[in-house]
């Protein structure tokens, strides 16, 4: 007999009912339970996700008050019922302490999601689109449930659905003969021992920033696979213990201090590749305190929104999005070779004219006013490219010292124009001007040799 599939979606508020019922279902023969906290992990968008669940064979949802005000829980039920021949193929299973029976209450959650699509709609309008991307996904997450909320509601009232304990007394038999199956599927033998996940991983940076009173690591963690949330709660315990364990040391100095001594103090910064990490969007971050360290060493709480153990975590709910953000803003090295090659030669003739002209202004050739006309007539330009230059895609990693370089060079240019530019006159005297030109002049003869060595380098 082929295995029949059941969606578990439910409330993360509901987990320990969830976790119950999983275990219940995957206790009978023939049945596999796919649910979030296996399925669905960092790597993985919730539009992919949801194209797999409507390929199963059935859906139980666990109705709370929770479920039905949750963006997460009501976008899959709308993905659920897109596609699927679904009236036949959902079980929805009634917690106790809400009612969704009758118009009253159909009212009430349609009301609920339109006041909140509207509510959000109005807040993001008032900010910048560009810096909130997850807040857009969101909203179109709650519109398709506005546009989906009735019919969701009107199938929930279809009927009166057991409770959960109704369904184990009758052994789940509705579920089973929604799956065509003609008898209750007899129960699975004991199960063998869980398998210990391998972990495919690489610790990409390790840094001792211990002090006078605590042994401290900062680690930066890169995940060789995608992993479910409760796979990567297990792996930051265990990764946690291991770097704790560590006997790295930046200097002799501290080694002798805190030899053989385990750490007091572990930062993890978590990410899914090296994008992540130049971006710093990571998939979480975590700290873990010794509970024996002293409270004038102890660092600040990093304010997280998830504990394990004793381990402190901040999950990155955006982490998605930027991702998806950083992706598309990433350039080739093609492109991002042109458009250096097109910005910095313009910026730095313009550097070297400015060069010529200050080098006549000392030699009593030219008066300071010439000098800052000269100046102001091309720092528009200067600016322009400048800006022309953050505007740049993200590059790949081998052109990451060169691009820092030229970010180098164009600012300390940029701000040889800033300082004969109206603001600068307002700010500094003339003696003070000079003397920045002057060492802004020095910071670019030493930066240029280094920019055509970098770019040999590239060629």
Request: hydrophobic share 35%.
């Amino acid at each position: 007999m082929s295995k029949k599939t059941i969606f578990l979606s439910y409330c993360w508020a509901n987990m320990e009912t969830a976790n119950e019922i999983d275990e219940l279902l995957q206790s009978y023969e023939g049945i596999e339970i796919k649910r979030d906290v296996r399925e669905l992990n960092y790597g993985r968008e919730i539009e992919e996700f949801m194209e797999t669940v409507r390929q199963t064979d059935h859906a139980v949802l666990l109705i709370s008050e929770k479920y039905l005000t949750s963006v997460n829980c009501m976008y899959e039920v709308s993905q659920i019922i897109k596609d699927y021949n679904y009236s036949d193929k959902i079980t929805p299973i009634i917690l106790e302490g809400v009612d969704i029976y009758g118009p009253e209450n159909r009212l009430k959650y349609a009301k609920y999601w339109n006041e909140k699509y509207s509510n959000l709609n109005q807040e993001i309008r008032e900010l910048a689109i560009e810096d909130n991307l997850s807040l857009l996904n969101e909203l179109k997450k709650i519109k398709t449930i506005c546009s989906t909320i009735d019919e969701i509601l009107g199938v929930l009232n279809k009927k009166k659905y057991y409770t959960l304990e109704q369904h184990k007394q009758n052994d789940f038999n509705d579920i089973f003969k929604a799956l065509d199956m003609d008898k209750v599927p007899d129960k699975k033998d004991k199960c063998v021992e869980k398998k210990k996940t391998e972990y495919n991983y690489t610790l990409h940076k390790l840094d001792d920033i211990s002090n006078a009173g605590a042994k401290r690591y900062s680690a930066i963690i890169i995940l060789n696979e995608n992993y479910m949330k409760e796979q990567l709660k297990e792996f930051i315990l265990m990764i946690t213990d291991e770097i704790k364990k560590r006997k790295y040391y930046r200097n002799d100095m501290v080694k002798n201090r805190f030899l053989n001594k385990e750490a007091d103090v572990v930062w993890l910064y978590i990410a899914g590749d090296l994008l992540d990490v130049d971006t710093a969007n990571w998939i979480c971050r975590t700290c873990w305190i010794s509970k024996e360290l002293e409270n004038q060493y102890r660092p600040l709480s990093l304010g997280g929104d998830d504990v394990i153990g004793d381990i402190e975590v901040i999950w990155n709910k955006s982490y998605e999005s930027y991702r998806k953000f950083y992706k598309e803003s990433q350039g080739t090295k093609e492109e991002v070779l042109d458009d250096l090659n097109n910005i910095m030669p313009k910026v730095i003739q313009y550097a070297n004219t400015s060069i010529d002209s200050f080098e006549k202004y000392t030699q009593g050739l030219l008066s300071e006013q010439d000098l800052i006309k000269i100046m102001q007539n091309m720092q528009q330009e200067v600016r322009n490219l400048y800006i022309e230059f953050t505007d740049l895609p993200i590059p790949p990693e081998d052109l990451k010292n060169y691009m820092n370089i030229c970010s180098n060079t164009i600012a300390t240019i940029d701000n040889m124009f800033l300082y004969y530019s109206e603001k600068g006159i307002n700010t500094w005297d003339g003696k003070s001007r000079k003397w920045q030109m002057e060492k802004s002049i020095k910071e670019l003869k030493e930066i240029l040799p280094v920019l055509e060595y970098e770019k040999r380098k590239i060629h």
